[in-house]
T-cell receptor, first 111, second 113 residues
Framework: DQQVKQNSPSLSVQEGRISILNCDYT??????FLWYKKYPAEGPTFLIS?????DKNEDGRFTVFLNKSAKHLSLHIVPSQPGDSAVYFC??????????FGTGTSLTVIP | EPEVTQTPSHQVTQMGQEVILRCVPI?????FYWYRQILGQKVEFLVS????????KSEIFDDQFSVERPDGSNFTLKIRSTKLEDSAMYFC???????????FGPGTRLLVL
């Protein structure tokens, strides 16, 4: 049961441009969303989160947007840097201790 | 900066053997998790652990899996009788509260032959 979906397995962006990574979810009970970045041979690293009471959260070059009516969130990275090249996972949470992860989007930032 | 550590980094085992994957969560964290990622697939939740007991588990976490916090610092995942399909990267994570940021360890790559 794929409750969190990342429909783009990969994305390539020129350095300096904006990267937009998308995530859709099906469960309207999700109340907290996170983005993680993962480099090969490492564990996921927390990037940014957003509560369902907000529609935007910003941290430096990273902004997460939440559209509850569309059950959609996106991560914007601007400007994109080569070091941002990694796999990005969105994750969602509702009551309980379980987080549901998407399948990931592999971002390549081209110098 | 505190971090979650996992040992071993790689484990190769024969089908049917028992394996124990070890994790040391961040010391002041109260919630502990195991996830796995089969090559090329999504990160899948296995189990969460709080107050010395399982608080939630997924369908994947069947009777062959068990978790333990034997000594107040380590958090272990035991697979009693490994199957080929258990081959995956296993990640441990911990968090101070829920929902809060989970900090992940570097993972243990398990290969079952």
């Amino acid at each position: 049961d794929q409750q969190v979906k990342q429909n783009s397995p990969s994305l390539s962006v020129q350095e300096g441009r904006i990267s937009i990574l998308n995530c859709d979810y099906t469960n309207s009970m999700f109340d907290y969303f996170l983005w993680y970045k993962k480099y090969p041979a490492e564990g996921p690293t927390f990037l940014i989160s957003i509560s369902s009471i907000k529609d935007k959260n910003e941290d430096g070059r990273f902004t997460v947007f939440l559209n509850k009516s569309a059950k959609h969130l996106s991560l914007h990275i601007v400007p994109s840097q080569p070091g941002d090249s990694a796999v990005y996972f969105c994750a969602a949470h509702h009551t309980g201790n379980q987080f549901y992860f998407g399948t990931g989007t592999s971002l390549t930032v081209i110098p | 900066e505190p971090e979650v550590t996992q040992t071993p980094s790689h484990q190769v085992t024969q089908m049917g053997q028992e394996v124990i994957l070890r994790c040391v969560p961040i010391s002041n964290h109260l919630y502990f998790y195991w996830y796995r990622q089969i090559l090329g697939q999504k990160v899948e939740f296995l189990v969460s652990f709080y107050n010395n007991e399982i608080s939630e588990k997924s369908e994947i976490f069947d009777d062959q899996f068990s978790v333990e916090r034997p000594d107040g610092s380590n958090f272990t995942l035991k697979i009693r009788s490994t199957k080929l399909e258990d081959s995956a990267m296993y990640f441990c994570a911990s968090s101070e509260w829920v929902p809060e940021t989970q900090y992940f360890g570097p993972g243990t790559r398990l290969l079952v032959l």
